[in-house]
């Protein structure tokens, strides 16, 4: 069980880190000091409702489809290795910044409205979170749940921890070499992940 609640919480925590909308949405709630707890939560709690869709739904749809497992698993290193290559060619060329933007005063429900589309009318966390968590969840026979977890586990660390700590982290990644260390991380987490999955 912590075998498959670790590579649930670093498989979570590799593909949520990565620089996007939503993560953005985050560092500027955190930088203004706006909402944070409820921008935090509705993030977590976003993430875990789409992890536990997709780790309790393929689980069912694989007994009933016995080629989707495998189809799922080499579906699933294609897609870590893409994901890889996408983070290092970002790191060698550098200039990824972050703008925290300025502006302020919104409602908490403008707030929440705002993150809900920025959250679910975004295709790739539907890629990230049900397809590819639900499908490297199958490689963990009868540890789903502790998987799942673990890749909520991540979420709830992550979204927290750039939320608080946004004041801190914001001298550090207005610099872009902070942002090319941080896409090499992601490169390497995720071909450690593909390389797991290829080899098990």
């Given at each position: 069980?912590?075998?498959?609640?670790?590579?649930?919480?670093?498989?979570?925590?590799?593909?949520?880190?990565?620089?996007?909308?939503?993560?953005?949405?985050v560092l500027r709630q955190g930088l203004r000091r706006e909402h944070v707890l409820a921008t935090c939560a509705f993030c977590a709690l976003a993430d875990a409702a789409l992890i536990a869709l997709g780790v309790g739904g393929f689980a069912l749809a694989s007994d009933r489809l016995p080629w989707l497992v495998p189809a799922l698993r080499w579906g699933g290193v294609a897609f870590l290795i893409?994901?890889?290559?996408?983070?290092?060619?970002?790191?060698?060329?550098?200039?990824?910044?972050?703008?925290?933007?300025?502006?302020?005063?919104?409602?908490?429900?403008?707030?929440?409205?705002?993150?809900?589309?920025?959250?679910?009318?975004?295709?790739?966390?539907?890629?990230?979170?049900v397809v590819l968590l639900g499908g490297v969840s199958a490689q963990f026979e009868g540890q789903g749940a502790a998987f799942a977890a673990g890749a909520m586990t991540g979420?709830?660390?992550?979204?927290?921890?750039?939320?608080?700590?946004?004041?801190?982290?914001?001298?550090?990644f207005a610099r872009p070499l902070a942002w090319r260390v941080l896409d090499a991380?992601?490169?390497?987490?995720?071909?450690?992940?593909?390389?797991?999955?290829?080899?098990d």
């Open positions: 069980m912590p075998v498959a609640y670790f590579a649930g919480l670093r498989l979570g925590l590799g593909l949520i880190v990565a620089i996007g909308a939503q993560n953005a949405f893409w994901y890889g290559a996408r983070a290092f060619a970002s790191a060698w060329r550098g200039g990824a910044a972050l703008e925290a933007g300025r502006a302020g005063g919104a409602t908490l429900g403008a707030t929440l409205a705002a993150l809900a589309l920025i959250t679910f009318a975004n295709p790739h966390v539907w890629l990230d979170t979420s709830v660390l992550f979204f927290f921890s750039l939320g608080y700590g946004a004041r801190l982290l914001a001298p550090l991380v992601i490169g390497c987490v995720m071909w450690s992940i593909a390389a797991g999955l290829a080899l």
